[in-house]
């Protein structure tokens, strides 16, 4: 036998509601877990040679709150007043060889002006003319703190990189989990 328990409404202990439904199937929850964004590249990007780079995501995709900043050398993500957390921060860069070939490229996650984490490919005497390098990871953020994401890319013959804008291979974005 089969129970059915009908509510419109759950509530703590405290009288504070959980969730709510609209009586359509449709639930609202009373933590919201915005702020959430997306940024893409427009454009194609040059980056010196084995010299960790600001990537600059310069399209917004879509961002709840307002909380990305796709301004000339700023390209952040900062965390809004009351909305510190836990976020997951995830990001990709398709980086190209100038003239010669890859021996390694790594993308870094920053969090106010320093390294946070990375992510690193060495391809030895295996050299690669194009790659594509992404990173994912869950981080416990302040309001203020901000993200930022480099690419490095080395050359075994030292000339500039590019980081290319096909197919929509360069992205950042970061979405919050819970408190």
Not at 44 to 73: E, F, H, K, P
Not at 138 to 159: C, P
Request: net charge negative; charged share 15%.
């Amino acid at each position: 036998m089969a129970s059915i328990i009908k509510a419109n409404q759950l509530q703590d202990f405290g009288g504070n509601s959980i969730l709510t439904s609209d009586g359509a199937g449709n639930l609202t929850t009373q933590k919201t877990l915005y702020p959430a964004f997306r940024a893409s590249m427009s454009a194609t990007q040059s980056i010196g040679d084995d010299v960790r780079t600001l990537v600059q995501y310069d399209t917004v995709d879509y961002d709840t709150d307002s909380a990305y900043d796709n301004s000339a050398s700023n390209y952040k993500f900062t965390i809004p007043s009351g909305k510190g957390g836990k976020y997951v921060i995830y990001a990709q860069a398709y980086g190209e060889a100038g003239t010669n070939n890859n021996a390694h490229t790594e993308i870094n996650i920053y969090k106010n002006g320093s390294i946070l984490t990375n992510n690193e490919t060495i391809f030895g005497s295996n050299y690669i003319t194009r790659t594509t390098q992404s990173i994912i990871s869950t981080f416990d953020l302040l309001a203020g703190d901000y993200i930022q994401i480099y690419l490095r890319v080395n050359d075994t013959s030292g000339t500039p990189q590019i980081l290319r804008t096909s197919n929509n291979q360069n992205w950042f974005g970061a979405y919050r989990i819970g408190s």
